[in-house]
């Protein structure tokens, strides 16, 4: 549960309700455990082993498209319960073995859906406008909205520094501004190269080539 952030925001007495309600699985290669279009009883946990996901992305296709695959401490399951829907896709162990963690529909809803339909609410418009997110799919981006972390910063605080080497993390501004500035001569002061408001990005370049941060950035509101 540690490694997944659809419980993070749950307080220890939620998350001990959670363990003492889930039910251990175990699925052998090319069992499936959930159907594209069946209703939806449980939520999933993958304790070990790998599991695909695959859908029918057009109505005319013969084959499903493969989506993506799943290792231990990643969750699958939870749209058809959040949003009372068939299931979205199917999934099919695909290791000799796999071990899941089942969650009933009534201890989910009562104690997960709530945390996550607010946070998926909060972001859901403002992921819509960021540009470099507009080519994923909307459930990429109410994935990327489970895995947000808000953080705050005063008008000077440097988010980034530039020649940082630990850097990992990508930043999307949804309140306030913020400035690039960078340092083009060694020993003169860095120079302002970029403003940055609402809905702006910034962070992806080190984490895409796997260098150093190019610039600093910093907080001007
Ligand atoms: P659910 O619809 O309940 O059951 C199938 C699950 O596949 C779904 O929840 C998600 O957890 C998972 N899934 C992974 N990728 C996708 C995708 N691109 N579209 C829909 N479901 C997906």
Known sequence: MSANFMFESLNPKDKKAILEAVESVKKSKGDVIIQEGDDGDNFYLVESGKLICTKFLNKSDKEPTFLKE???????????????????????????????????RNTFNHIIKKAVQVKREKYDDFLERVEILKC???????????????????????????????????????????????????????????????????????????????ANIIATS
């Open 136 to 214: 994923m799919e909307k459930f990429e981006r109410t994935k990327l909205a489970d895995a947000f972390h808000e953080e705050w910063f005063e008008n000077g605080d440097y988010i980034i520094r530039q020649g940082d080497k630990d850097g990992d993390r990508f930043y999307m501004i949804i309140e306030g501004t913020a400035i690039a500035t960078k340092t083009l001569e060694p020993g003169k002061p860095a120079q302002t190269v970029k403003d940055y408001g609402p809905g702006g990005y910034f962070g992806e370049r080190s984490l895409l080539k796997d260098t150093p941060r190019a």
């Open 70 to 104: 799943y290792n231990p401490g990643e969750s699958f399951g939870e749209l058809a319960l959040l949003y009372n829907a068939p299931r979205a896709a199917t999934i099919t162990c695909s290791s000799d073995t796999c071990e899941l963690w089942s969650l009933d």
